[in-house]
């Protein structure tokens, strides 16, 4: 079976963290999301994987290739302008002609892709889609459904006042590749504002799939610290990681001050130099060939590779970018920093 990954959004909402790097290439723990979860699917033995570009293709085009360094085959299906998901998908129509996945791919989830596919066949759907309860559904995609477990009704993003169920659209879906004559060609489509709703009337069996019991989209700066704090408390495990509201993770290559104190969960990544009276962590993801300085404090924060933080600064609850240089002394609190050409932004 094949999947299909849509990564062409632009991640309007992760901004500053995307203006440089697609939301899928995000490191969770050190590593792209997009890259955790192909290898997910590596696992269960999917082997061919179309990745759907268009915002920064080149950068995504440019970390996988053709998927030979991960053991995949992986396809680029450029659009020039976004299609929006339910064009990408019409746009990837030429690698499908059998049962296929798609995600979302900004999700972090513990989804068993085997049941999730065992589901859709004893289903007999033309589509299935994976949802989740969330307390605030008004930010995803809305879905209705009957006591049979088929969809009836998808509202995306609703009012408040138009909310009528907690399980929203988990982002990962299996199609029956008749679906894709259904999607118009050429031109923008919603998958879930457009494709799902005709789907329905024109009677396709849409089933629903309630398997996830760990979900987050990543796609907001307070969404993904939140997926990092779930991985160190132990709510989600990453493989090779394995976290528990304890623990310490330390890369190779690393010089660490016998003065430091180290405060658990931390993960501190390869070639990281902390020096005299440090304090790291509870919950610090330090990447690699980070330099701390005397004295500094860092907390509840992710910090990514090649940066700088000088004596004495504070990082909590905070991101900081690659290649980023926290001055002598200062503090950043509930912020993004990306560097001194962009306005650190609150959280
Ligand atoms: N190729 C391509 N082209 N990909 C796109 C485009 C496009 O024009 N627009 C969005 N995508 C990709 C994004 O990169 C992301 O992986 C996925 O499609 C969904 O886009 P988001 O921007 O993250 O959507 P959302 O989070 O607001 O809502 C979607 O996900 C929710 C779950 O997180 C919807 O599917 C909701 O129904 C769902 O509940
Ligand atoms: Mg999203």
Redesign the pocket.
């Given at each position: 079976m094949k999947a299909l990954?849509?990564?062409?959004?632009m991640?309007t909402r992760l901004r500053p963290l995307t203006n440089k790097i697609p939301?899928?290439m995000i490191p969770i723990m050190g590593k792209p999301l997009l890259e955790r979860s192909i290898l997910n699917l590596k696992s269960v033995g999917i082997k061919e994987v179309v990745l759907?570009?268009?915002y920064r293709a080149q950068y995504i085009q440019r970390y996988f290739e053709n998927g030979e360094k991960l053991g995949m085959k992986i396809y680029h299906v450029k659009?020039d302008i976004?299609?929006?998901?339910g064009?990408?998908i019409k746009n990837a129509e030429e690698y499908f002609d059998d049962t296929f996945l798609i995600f979302?791919?900004?999700?972090l989830s513990d989804i068993d892709l085997k049941e999730f596919i065992k589901y859709h066949r004893e289903k007999g759907a033309d589509v299935t889609i994976a949802v989740t309860q969330v307390d605030d559904p008004s930010?995803?995609?809305v879905i209705e459904y009957d006591e049979n477990d088929y969809a009836i009704s998808f509202k995306?993003?609703p009012q408040p006042h138009e909310v009528t169920s907690n399980f929203?659209?988990?982002?990962a879906y299996i199609f029956e590749p008749k679906v894709l004559e259904e999607i118009p060609a050429g031109r923008?489509v919603s998958?879930?504002k457009e494709v799902f709703p005709q789907l329905i009337e024109k009677g396709y069996k849409i089933a629903v799939y309630k398997g996830c019991s760990y979900w987050i989209?990543i796609?907001t700066p307070e969404r993904y610290l939140q997926a990092h704090m779930d991985i160190m408390s132990g709510k989600y495990r990453i493989n090779g990681l394995n976290f528990s509201g304890k623990g310490i993770y330390k890369g190779p290559g690393c010089d660490i001050h016998s003065s430091v104190k180290i405060y658990e969960p931390v993960y501190i990544g390869a070639n990281v130099k902390i020096e005299e009276n440090a304090s790291i962590g509870a919950n610090a993801i330090i990447g690699d060939n980070v330099r701390i300085g005397r004295g500094v404090k860092i907390m509840r924060s992710i910090i990514w590779n090649d940066v700088v933080v000088e004596n004495g600064a504070t990082l909590i609850d905070t991101i900081v970018a690659s290649n980023c240089r926290i001055k002598q002394g200062c503090d950043y609190y509930s912020t993004v920093y990306v560097g001194e050409d962009s306005c650190p932004m609150a959280i």
């Open positions: 990954f849509l990564v062409g959004g991640g939301k899928p759907s570009t268009c659009e976004p299609l929006g998901t064009g990408a979302n791919s900004d999700i930010m995803y995609g995306e993003k929203i659209n988990a982002g923008v998958v879930e989209d796609g």
